[in-house]
């Protein structure tokens, strides 16, 4: 899948790039991140929790760094690991942009999935990945520049997709749980 | 027809006596089984379409809770067994045979597929092997996958297997190229396409499973499991992959629900969960999930053909050439190198006399699940390149669609006819068939009903299809000259009881086919037993003595006429038996309907009778005769038989949406000798479903990394009731001339013909050539691209 886009976010360049590597504020924004570690410059790791209906699931990966060009932007690429739901890898060019005292953050993610994850959910996971990212802004700009009174309403915290998943089918509500944590890590990719 | 006197004969619409079971939940289903102590199987799968293992670690997996072990192909291997196997030799066309990879029994150093099995866990319940295989650490070092058959033949790609350069499989050609090439030096015209039969994914219903089961005092292996044909097997499982000998080994395929071709081959899952059995000495049981069977049951279909016909002005075909691309997936099966050769090849002349042909195949390994024979089985595929071609080259010519097929005909007097690719067809009368299929979809009167369609905003268009087919998989020495590595004979083995009812013992399989009502009837109209009182027993090789199993439309022509040659052993020891009981000479004794006479007297003797006396021999000829009444017999035909027929389809185009709606399809088939009218028309109703299913709606599709892109059945689209008009169906009832019950085999058919039939009428009614499946988004933007084209 491809994901690119923009966001407007109400605060000085130097600030968010420092909030990008600051893993307080990136646990705080990320939809169910419970961990997340710097390594080293350019590596870090995160596990985060999704809870879809009945089912949670824990979902850990690697995140590396390159082409770093403070405050500009970096590449960023990385590989989860699912278990029998299969995996999940990627990368994505983030670029920040000044805009008088605001930044655009503007995101290009490609990312690959494979085994269960893309047998059974290949076709929902564009709109999950919008979902997931328009959740973690949301997030990222009220810990970086405090609540934004333009910011979208909340969406239902379940995505549509998991309404067909009902209580007779809970490997796939399990597999939509993974797959929204894989983008909860896609999300990272974007954005740190 | 029946000499009976019973109404449950041949030709009768006996009611199928399977359905009771099957209707009321009572079928017994390999997963429906269970033995004592039985514990789960659950195999990992593989996530990537291509890497290579830098290794395993099931050592936490080893100690989740409830597990009992896990294994992986190092275990297999080290106790000498290996994995799937090739059944058929195809020799290329530079003498050498075709490129077949050993499998292993699990992946060991790669992986070529998304669905591949890396290692089984077994565990006391299957939600506790399910969440141990979660552990298993496969340390997968993924590499770029060959998904396209031209990616995998380009100079430089990657290959698959070590021994298999170019991912070539074979390079195999069939007729006379250089008389073809002189055929095309006189054409008139050329007609030329370039078509996609596209990849199909079984689904029969019941998903493979299988219960290995060892018993240790006897040393005997069991396997239950979901097979067309136990006895293959049992012997490729023994002679192959190590898990015999063939006397220590039963295989037991019990009710099965539906298997078209993908419940012939012996697959790892299958070997594996055996094997497992006997190395922890207790049951286990696996059964396939259906997103596993999507990955890991054989495909179909999938060619690429350039084909080109030519003709003289006249419309007389000269000349036929065709270029294959046919995709063999990860590595071979037992049918995946004959089906897209021979049974695609010999079929290239169709119903023609088209006096030149020439076809070449490549069969190319990709990243990509095994693609063996489906329902059809390389007919269909040849079916498709030679009814599109000439559906177009009567539309480039300007002649009807009908006109050109019946100038074209093998006249029905020129039988047996030699084709020029290899088959000799023995019987057809295909003018006689066209003649009918157009009364009965009343083809004068289209043009009207297109002009009504139109007036609705509706596009309407007419296909046809005339397709010839062999079948019938036998004779053995043609199979084995071919390259076949098994007999293609059928045994059956009748043994009347003291009582007068009779146990009926077949080698073929049934899976939904009807076999236990159809044999029955052969039964009753030849030793007059009512079917009632006739039980068919398939499917367990402790019990039948031997078979090869249902596949190829083969049960009729092949294990019916073994049925028919045992009944006549039974009539004959009946008629000396009853030459005793009647005191009369042997020649004198009459036999007719279940009754022996003495010919020009009024003294008789039943068949239960005869069967009471050779049980109870109390007044017996025991000097030269033997007791009981049990015959067996083996039969094995000298030919193929060759099933004919004239197909239409009138469909019904919504050019705002694209869709599709089927408004008619008719079917004229010369199926031999019908000996269920309602039994034939169900497998014809079946064929059309699955063939419209090709050309409208299913489609496997891979990513470009070998993703399973359609690996559900919210993605993968399956035809349903309400997609389909009443079909309409007649059989000509020509009898084959070289079996005893004249049947031509009536399975694959209607599979056969319909699919091009249904896209002949889709492209008539749009005008844009497409390729199956005919979806709505698919027909939607031809229109809207003929539409720009025009303006």
Redesign the interface.
């Known amino acids: 899948m491809n994901l690119s886009g923009e966001h407007r976010i109400e605060a000085p360049r130097d600030q968010v790039w420092a909030a990008l590597n600051d893993p307080d504020i990136l646990k705080q924004a990320i939809p169910g991140c419970e961990q997340i570690e710097k390594t080293s410059d350019t590596e870090l790791t995160a596990t985060v929790k999704a809870k879809v209906g009945p089912v949670s699931a824990k979902f850990s990966g690697v995140v590396r760094l390159s082409d770093l060009d403070p405050p500009h932007g970096y590449t960023i690429s990385g590989e989860g690991k699912g278990?029998?739901a299969?995996?999940a890898k990627g990368g994505a060019k983030v670029r920040l942009e000044e805009d008088g005292a605001a930044t655009i953050l503007h995101y290009e993610v490609n990312a690959?999935?494979?085994?269960?994850?893309?047998?059974?959910g290949?076709?929902l996971i564009d709109g999950t990945a919008r979902k997931l990212s328009g959740e973690f802004f949301d997030n990222f700009a009220a810990a970086v520049a405090g609540p934004q009174p333009t910011a979208e309403p909340e969406q239902p915290p379940v995505p549509a997709v998991t309404k067909k998943a009902g209580p007779g089918l809970p490997?796939a509500v399990w597999v939509t749980a993974v797959i929204i944590i894989v983008l909860a890590l896609l999300a990272i990719f974007a954005l740190k | 027809m029946p000499d009976s006197g019973t109404n449950t004969g041949i030709g009768a619409s006996v009611r199928r006596k399977e359905d009771f079971r099957f209707l009321t939940g009572k079928g017994k289903y390999t997963d429906d089984l269970n033995r004592p102590g039985q514990a789960h199987a659950y195999f990992l799968l593989s996530p990537h379409a291509r890497a290579k293992i830098n290794g395993i670690d099931t050592n936490a997996a080893k100690q989740a809770p409830g597990v009992v072990d896990v294994f992986t192909a190092a275990d297999l291997a080290a106790d000498g067994v290996s994995g799937p196997i090739c059944g058929w030799v195809v020799t290329q066309k530079n003498g050498e045979p075709h490129k077949s990879p050993a499998v292993s029994a699990l992946a060991s150093d790669r992986v070529n597929y998304v669905g591949e099995q890396v290692a089984i866990v077994v565990a006391e319940t299957l939600a506790q092997a399910k969440d141990a295989a979660e552990l298993i650490e496969v340390n997968y070092q993924p590499q770029p996958a060959l998904i396209k058959m031209k990616d995998a033949l380009a100079n430089g790609a990657a290959q698959l297997h070590d021994d298999v350069p170019g991912n070539l499989c074979f390079d195999w050609e069939i007729g006379d190229k250089a008389a073809t090439d002189a055929a095309f030096k006189k054409a008139h015209h050329v007609t030329k396409i370039d078509i996609h039969n596209n990849r199909l994914i079984p689904n029969a219903i019941e998903p493979r499973a299988a219960i290995g089961d060892y018993d240790s005092g006897m040393d005997m292996m069991t396997l239950y499991t979901t097979s067309q044909n136990p006895h293959v097997a049992r012997l490729v499982l023994a002679a192959f992959m190590g898990l015999g000998p063939e006397n220590k080994l039963r295989v037991v395929a019990p009710d099965v629900g539906g298997g078209f071709g993908s419940k012939i081959y012996v697959y790892r899952d299958e070997i594996v969960t055996l094997w497992a059995a006997k190395k922890l000495g207790r049951p286990v049981k696996w059964t396939a999930e259906r997103s596993a069977s999507f990955l890991t049951d054989a495909h179909g279909r999938d060619h690429d053909t350039h084909a080109e016909l030519a003709v003289d002005k006249d419309g007389t075909f000269l000349g036929l050439r065709v270029s294959t691309l046919a995709n063999v997936g990860a590595h071979n099966q037992i049918f995946s190198t004959a089906t897209p050769s021979y049974l695609y090849g010999c079929l290239l002349a169709g119903q023609y006399r088209t006096p030149a042909v020439y076809g070449e195949v490549k069969t190319v390994f990709t990243n990509t699940a095994p693609v063996d024979a489906y329902r059809g089985a390389g007919r269909p595929e040849a079916t498709f390149v030679v009814e599109r071609l000439v559906e177009k080259t009567a539309k480039e010519m300007g002649i009807d669609r009908a006109e050109l097929r019946r100038r074209n005909f093998i006249p029905p007097d020129q039988f047996p006819y030699q084709s020029p690719c290899l088959v000799q067809y023995d019987s057809g009368d295909f003018p006689h068939l066209l003649d009918r299929a157009m009364e009965v979809i009343d083809y004068a009167g289209f043009s009207a009903r297109k002009q009504a369609s139109a007036e609705r905003g509706k596009l309407r268009g007419i296909g046809l299809s005339c397709w010839i087919e062999a079948c019938g998989l036998a004779p053995s020495a043609v199979v084995g000259f071919l390259g076949g590595g098994v007999g293609q004979w059928e045994s059956a083995n009748i043994k009347f009881n003291p009582t007068g009812s009779v146990t009926l013992y077949t080698g073929s399989h049934s899976h939904g086919q009807g076999h236990e009502t159809v044999f029955a009837q052969i039964i009753s109209e030849h030793l007059g037993v009512p079917v009632e009182s006739v039980e068919v027993v398939h499917g367990d090789t402790a019990v039948v003595p031997f078979g090869m199993g249902t596949y190829g439309s083969r049960s009729g022509p092949v294990g019916g006429g073994a049925v028919y040659k045992a009944a006549q052993k039974i009539v004959e020891k009946g008629r000396k038996i009853a030459a005793h009981l009647l005191e009369a000479s042997v020649e004198d004794i009459e036999y007719a309907g279940g009754t022996y006479s003495v010919a020009g007297t009024d003294r008789t003797k039943t068949m239960a009778e005869i069967a009471f006396a050779a049980y109870v021999p109390h007044n017996y000829p025991l000097d030269v005769l033997e007791p009981g009444l049990d015959e067996t017999a083996f039969f094995d035909p000298m030919n193929f038989t060759f099933p004919s027929g004239a197909y239409f389809a009138e469909v019904e185009v919504d050019p705002d949406t694209g869709v599709v709606t089927v408004l008619d399809m008719v079917g004229i088939d010369d199926v031999g000798t019908v000996m269920n009218p309602m039994i034939v028309a169900g497998q014809l109703h079946g064929g059309f479903a699955q063939g419209i299913g090709q050309a409208l709606y299913e489609q496997c599709v891979y990513d470009e990394n070998g993703q399973l892109l359609t690996g559900s059945l919210m993605d993968y689209c399956m035809p349903r009731a309400d997609h389909f008009p009443s079909f309409r169906t007649e059989e000509t009832n020509q009898p084959c001339p070289h079996n005893p019950l004249g049947v031509k085999g009536c399975g694959e058919a209607g599979a056969i013909g319909s699919p091009v039939a249904m896209l002949n009428a889709v492209i008539d009614a749009i005008g844009v050539n497409i390729d199956m499946p005919a979806t709505p988004e698919k027909v939607w933007r031809a229109l809207q691209s003929q539409a720009q084209a025009a303006e």
């Open positions: 278990g029998a299969g995996f690959q999935v494979g085994g269960k994850l893309a047998q059974i290949s076709r490997q």
